[in-house]
């Protein structure tokens, strides 16, 4: 099974967790868009979909689901989403896309995050893929100073502006052995809006596509 076989499944694994008139919380990214695409087509009826990102937005009036402001749903009972990593504990890396800020405020206000992908993104140790880290843009050279202090070895995504105007810088190198505590002292950097690392808010639920199948896989925590 290619690998865009193994997205359309993941994501197709993840609609026995919506229920109809729901308003569910929906990420970033290809995965997800397989995901909407799959909702769209589905038999469900939802109220409507907190989104994570101007990119997910439109594909969720492509599908002809309606778009709610966070400010005014609540807490969400779901939120779906990709990740560019994964462990088998739930913790994540995610912003390949460069949605992570929103895509964490959306997973923070969501009492279930069922994360899906596909099985080459499963791995016992983070970090091989770069970690990415949202930063006010006068920051920029400041942050990365402070991220090779830590190990790490940032690499501007030049020519990349989030939805919230501001820059990314890839973290390569960087081995994550606590999750917890890197996520903690990347954030506490001033000038960083978000680092991409869900340890403190992970995945509750895993869903991994593989040539056998979709696997799911129950969190315990990091
Ligand atoms: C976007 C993300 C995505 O979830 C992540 O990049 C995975 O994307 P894809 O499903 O396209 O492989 O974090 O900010």
Same mark, same amino acid.
């Given at each position: ?26 990420? $970033? ?57 994964? $462990? ?135």
């Amino acid at each position: 099974m290619d690998t865009r076989a193994k997205k359309r499944a993941a994501a197709e694994a993840a609609l026995r967790y919506v229920e109809d008139d729901m308003v569910l919380g929906i990420g $970033t990214g290809s995965t997800v868009e397989e995901f909407i695409g799959a909702l769209g087509a589905s038999r469900v009826r939802v109220r409507g979909a907190v989104s994570s990102s101007a990119a997910t937005s439109a594909r969720l009036r492509d599908a002809a689901i309606p778009e709610i402001d966070l400010n005014s749903a609540g807490d969400l009972p779901l939120y779906v989403d990709g990740a560019d990593q994964a $462990t088998p504990h739930g913790v994540l890396i995610k912003g390949g896309g460069g949605a992570l800020t929103r895509e964490k405020i959306v997973a923070a206000a969501s009492s279930r995050f069922v994360c899906i992908i596909d099985d080459r993104k499963l791995v016992d140790l983070l970090g091989a893929f770069p970690l990415p880290v949202e930063v006010i843009p006068m920051a920029r050279s400041y942050v990365a100073r402070r991220v090779v202090a830590l190990g790490g070895e940032p690499v501007w995504r030049q020519g990349f502006v989030t939805d919230n105007g501001n820059v990314i810088l890839d973290v390569h190198n960087l081995r994550i052995e606590d999750p917890v505590a890197l996520e903690a002292r990347i954030d506490a950097i001033a000038g960083v809006v978000t680092v991409g690392l869900f340890a403190r808010r992970g995945a509750d639920e895993l869903l991994v596509a593989g040539d056998d199948g979709v696997r799911r896989i129950a969190v315990s925590g990091p």
